[in-house]
């Protein structure tokens, strides 16, 4: 049974940061593409930041680049998102996502590309 549980989540104020982590259990870690989306209240799902089996390769969110970092620890299954200078509108639910396709064979941002999901961790940002 594949198993993603995401953790790091809370309230943080307008300008600070957040590590959020995904621990991944029941799949070959290894071999999966990782990915992080978020979804506001009332809005739809939308793609953050996907990372490459080996972590070399790494797709962003325009918006979002050269804010947050995704990377990950397969020795430890587990996939990170750093937030810097966190802003009231980067408020919502953080999903992690795996996906057994090879990076880039499908869209990346697209995310039907994805097979297994976390429950979701909250983050909120104070103004």
């Known amino acids: 049974q594949v198993q993603l549980v995401e953790s790091g989540g809370g309230l943080v104020q307008a300008g600070g940061s957040l590590r959020l982590s995904c621990a991944a259990s029941?799949?070959?870690?290894?071999?999966?593409?990782m990915a992080w989306f978020r979804q506001a209240p009332g809005k739809e799902r939308e793609f953050v930041a996907a990372?490459?089996?080996?972590?070399?390769?790494?797709h962003y969110s325009d918006s979002l680049k050269g804010r947050f970092t995704i990377s990950r620890d397969n020795a430890k299954n587990t996939v990170f998102l750093q937030m810097n200078s966190l802003k009231p509108e980067d408020t919502a639910v953080y999903y992690c996502?795996?996906?057994?396709?090879?990076?880039?064979?499908?869209?990346?941002?697209?995310?039907?590309?994805?097979?297994?999901w976390g429950q979701g961790i909250q983050v909120t940002v104070s103004s």
């Open positions: 996502a795996a996906s057994p396709f090879a990076f880039s064979a499908q869209p990346m941002g697209d995310s039907t590309t994805y097979t297994y």
């Open positions: 029941g799949l070959t870690f290894s071999s999966y593409v």
């Open positions: 990372l490459s089996w080996s972590g070399t390769s790494t």
